[in-house]
């Protein structure tokens, strides 16, 4: 499940990367009633492309910490909590 997020939140970082004005697009439709007048200034896609950058980094970060983590499966050798060894 935690794979699964981190696929889809890496895959949202890199569209938005690589297509910032139509996600900037929709994301203005979604936020203003009248959408037709509003108009983000140059930066705000610059900020749309790095915010997508981190995006698509963290998602490969994490899927690489839980690719090499060490596996829940195999069991600890058992020990006697009396003796205290």
Do not use: H, K
Request: no cysteine; hydrophobic share 50%; glycine share 8%.
């Amino acid at each position: 499940m935690r794979a699964a997020l981190l696929l889809i939140v890496g895959l949202v970082g890199v569209v938005q990367t690589l297509a910032p004005r139509p996600v900037v697009r929709a994301w203005t439709r979604v936020v203003y009633r009248d959408a037709g007048d509003a108009e983000p200034r140059e930066w705000a896609y610059l900020a749309a492309r790095a915010e997508g950058a981190v995006l698509a980094l963290a998602s490969l970060v994490g899927l690489y910490r839980l690719a090499a983590a060490p596996d829940d499966t195999e069991e600890a050798p058992a020990t006697d909590d009396r003796s205290g060894e």
